[in-house]
């Protein structure tokens, strides 16, 4: 009797604790209801990629809260890619799928990935374990916009503490495929300007100049990034408007008489940034530019200089390509809180990336 009384008792008190329910909403959350204005074949349409999409306060706000458990993800089809086609992958790969919560901002160049840990203070946490995924086909309905049919329900509730989230796709396949498997997607109708690369670097393959635009009186810096330089080197940024002339010396100029072979000035040498490289010989710069109009559109070019022995020990200078940045029209504009790093083919192992600022997958997180 005593047993059926405790039996009862622990019944009852089942009963009455509130069960806990599951809430879904989709980011950004004006793509709830309507297609977003781009698609993306990353991370789904690749045997070879890994994207992190970091997701912003200015998106997550009022969606997700504080000590919320993530339990699932999911992704649909861009509705305007061939509208007529069944959208389909012809592999079943090994995916894998990583969170984590991210500070500072989304708007913060970040060229590297996230660590392994616990998910907090810029770590990255496995919830989805690795295994093989049959993509389904992905068709369009006759009416309304596609279902989220990408799912992905973790085998680990994410806890949220913020206030950005970063979202990890890690795939590596034996060969590496392409498929035409589009995702929604939306990035920012703001003018962010563009860069164009130009010129040889020295070592020929070694000190790659990259940079990541930005418009005048933005939150966002514009960034210069160095790949392949030399490890723990002091190196130089150098910025200038123009790519023609500096004072009366022609550009470009060839080092190569200086005993520094394939080596040339590509960029007025008006403005310099020291800096240094990392170990694995990456370096970066993150310049605020003013709200001034007269930046608007305006070209500026870049290039690195760098304390390197590859090229000529004896004279151990080296030097990027070059990187044309055109700043963007828009002044004093912020695009969509939300970012994609990324690299894909036999680059998807390393630990640096490119960054894509402005651009948010349409994506629905499901809550407890």
């Not at 770590?123 to 995924?133: G, S």
């Amino acid at each position: 009797m005593r047993s059926l009384n405790l039996f009862a008792a622990t019944s009852l008190l089942a009963a009455s604790v509130p069960a806990q329910t599951s809430t879904s909403f989709v980011v950004p959350a004006a793509n709830a209801t309507k297609e977003g204005n781009t698609l993306d074949l990353r991370p789904f349409g690749y045997d070879r990629c890994r994207v992190t999409h970091y997701m912003g306060s200015g998106i997550l706000a009022g969606r997700l809260k504080f000590n919320d458990k993530i339990t699932a993800i999911a992704y649909r089809r861009d509705g305007q890619a061939f509208p007529t086609l069944s959208l389909k992958r012809s592999t079943t790969p090994i995916w894998t799928i990583r969170m984590g919560n991210f500070w500072p901002s989304t708007t913060t160049q970040i060229e590297r990935f996230l660590k392994p840990g616990t998910g907090q203070l810029n770590t990255l946490r496995t919830v989805f374990l690795a295994k093989k995924v049959s993509f389904p086909a992905l068709k369009n309905p006759a009416t309304g916009l596609p279902g989220f049919t990408i799912k992905f329900p973790l085998d680990f509730p994410f806890v949220f503490t913020g206030p950005d989230l970063a979202v990890d796709h890690y795939v590596y396949e034996t060969r590496n495929r392409t498929h035409g498997y589009w995702v929604d997607a939306e990035r920012s109708q703001v003018d962010h300007g563009d860069t164009k690369s130009y010129g040889l670097a020295c070592p020929s393959g070694k000190n790659r100049a990259y940079a990541i635009s930005s418009n005048a009186g933005s939150s966002a810096p514009m960034s210069l990034l160095l790949y392949e330089g030399p490890s723990l080197s002091p190196v130089i940024g150098i910025l200038g408007a123009s790519n023609k002339k500096w004072g009366p010396i022609a550009l470009p100029f060839s080092l190569t008489p200086l005993g520094l072979k394939g080596c040339s000035l590509l960029a007025s040498y008006d403005l310099t940034f020291p800096a240094q490289t990392r170990s694995e010989g990456s370096a970066q710069l993150d310049l605020p530019l003013p709200g001034l109009r007269s930046l608007a559109n305006q070209s500026l070019y870049f290039q690195w200089l760098a304390i390197d022995k590859r090229v000529n020990p004896a004279f151990p200078i080296a030097m990027s390509n070059g990187v044309q940045i055109r700043i963007g029209k828009d002044l004093g504009k912020t695009g969509l809180d939300s970012m994609m790093i990324y690299r894909l083919s036999s680059n998807a192992n390393s630990s640096v990336a490119h960054v894509d600022r402005g651009i948010s997958l349409v994506t629905q997180i499901t809550k407890m």
